[in-house]
């Protein structure tokens, strides 16, 4: 028991990292690793993008503000309204200095993508942190249209991106923001 | 490492459990160890109800069933179409003999609500796991749209219920269903 509750203490939302890469091999390991999450009647309908390449990632970055940017125009009270500073700044980019992104994708009209996707995430982070490894799921990086790009990362058509996940070695491993007391509805006993 | 790695192969989905009940003390403890789960802007939209009562897990199931299967009739697509025979016989408990169902709900209009609250589910099922206490999410069991049953159970207007997740003392933990091959799409390296 102590062991898996020190691996939650462990596993924080890192956004700084040393500048050293993260073999390939590794990264796949933790993909097989957490293949053993669930999903909705066994479906695994998870598919994954490994990119090392920091020129591509801040492509990516760029490409993602530039969309959400786009879509705050249309809709003040769009849920990244708060970051809009950031994403307004050439120089931010939303995937940190991280040398590793690994995305999480799935068929797009698959009722249970999104949450599927989310499991394998969860399973994902854990098993990085398991092996010293940082990680943080960038919803803000998850808004790629370019057509030319989807092409160049492998996306399908068919598919979205749910979960964009840098990866690396922590240059510290923050303290866990505050969690609220749990919030429980109703107890009713047998 | 070699702990977390059993922890994933000892977190089944468990469908057939002791009669024995579980302790709410402990779920309350599970729900307090999942709360470490990420969330968009650590956000925290979870919230939970937790019933010990069978013949209320019972009218529960009758429910969803019965709003699935409705669902199913306007649509010949319906996701949950394959599982029609056992939705459609009225000894079929979707809950299946669980001495308890935790339920997490969240915001209905919040577009996080989903995966916040299944990255809060694979927390707590591993966090269950942890403590030798099986786990299901049953999807089938979270169409509820009776006023009477949802005021019952303390589900607010305005909150959906995403994860309605069985637990209990495994009469026997299943072997896990065979995973495919994890599908990378693409590698692109630095």
Redesign the interface.
Known sequence: ?T???R???L?R?VRDYQDK?VP?DLV?EL???A????S???G?P?????????G?IKRLSDESKKNIVSDMDKNPDH?SR?YEAALTNKDFNVFFNA??LMII?GPSTL??T??DC??F???F???AA??GLGS??V?LGSHIRDEGLKRE????DDHMI?APIIVGWPKTIPS??E??Q?????????
Do not use: H
């Open positions: 028991m062991d898996f509750s691996l939650l203490e596993r939302s890469p390939t796949r993909i097989g690793q293949t053993l999450a669930p909705s009647g066994n695994q998870w598919k994954f993008i490994i990119i090392g390449d920091r591509l849920p708060r040398p590793c994708a009722y249970s999104r949450v989310a499991l995430a969860a399973y982070m854990l098993a398991d092996r943080c799921w919803n990362i492998g996306l399908p749910v866990a923001p969690r609220r749990p919030q429980i509805l109703k107890i009713i006993e047998g």
